[in-house]
């Protein structure tokens, strides 16, 4: 069984368009996150929820707009693509928090605009 | 805002070497996770490191924290192809709400 899984694996489109990328955990966790990994292998953190409630928004353009209808899942929304979104976003999940835990990551999906 | 520096950047060694990755925090740490990566995979989760001295090993991969330094380090014994990939420290933030990463080591295996 996957613990945190994304999809899709791959996701090609072109600038201007909007598209979605979903993440489910089958862990309990109540916190999952979103990440960002350029090209440079740096992973940066976008976004965290907890139990559904925002917690961490850091400094993402309005443009990407996550959505969590219930703790087990976490969709990302992005409008009007850009060539410097070009990325793979990873989705990760904890119990509580990162404090004494380590997140828990899906297989990621590789985004390119054309 | 904490960050992680990663050394070296890259590594080729030979099959059958050692070889030991440093990753130094320019904050307080209060827990030092370490990942590895392969190519079009997540990250995996290989140890945490939470108390000052503390040593941990898995296989043949050891990491140790040392807390006065702000730094961990992850040996690895005896390295063998599967080995290879991109290995990430990762440390909580004081507030446990997210972990910040180090930019990587890509460690190549020649066998």
């Known amino acids: ?114 | 805002s904490q960050e992680l520096e990663q050394s070296p950047q890259s590594l080729i060694v030979q099959e059958g070497k050692n070889l030991t990755i440093n990753c130094t925090s320019s904050k307080t740490l209060y827990g030092l996770y370490w990942y590895k990566q392969k190519y079009g995979e997540g990250l995996i989760f290989l140890m945490m490191l939470q108390k000052g001295g503390e040593e941990k090993s898995h296989e043949k991969i050891t990491a140790k924290l040392d807390e006065k330094k702000q730094q961990s380090s992850l040996h690895i014994t005896a390295s063998q192809p599967s080995h290879a990939g991109i290995y990430l420290c990762g440390a909580d933030d004081q507030y446990g709400n997210k972990l910040v990463f180090g930019a990587g080591t890509i460690l190549r295996v020649k066998s």
């Open chain 1, 1 to 114: 069984d996957t613990a945190v899984s994304q999809t899709p694996k791959y996701l090609v489109t072109q600038m201007g368009n909007d598209k979605s990328i979903k993440c489910e955990q089958n862990l309990g966790h109540d916190t999952m996150y979103w990440y960002k990994q350029d090209s440079k292998k740096f992973l940066k953190i976008m976004f965290s929820y907890n139990n559904k409630e925002l917690i961490i928004n850091e400094t993402v353009p309005n443009r990407f707009s996550p959505k969590s209808p219930d703790k087990a899942h976490l969709n990302l929304h992005i409008n009007s693509l850009e060539l410097g979104d070009s990325a793979v976003y990873f989705c990760a999940s904890s119990p509580q928090g990162t404090y004494n835990s380590p997140l828990h990551f899906g297989n990621g999906t590789r985004l390119t605009v054309t």
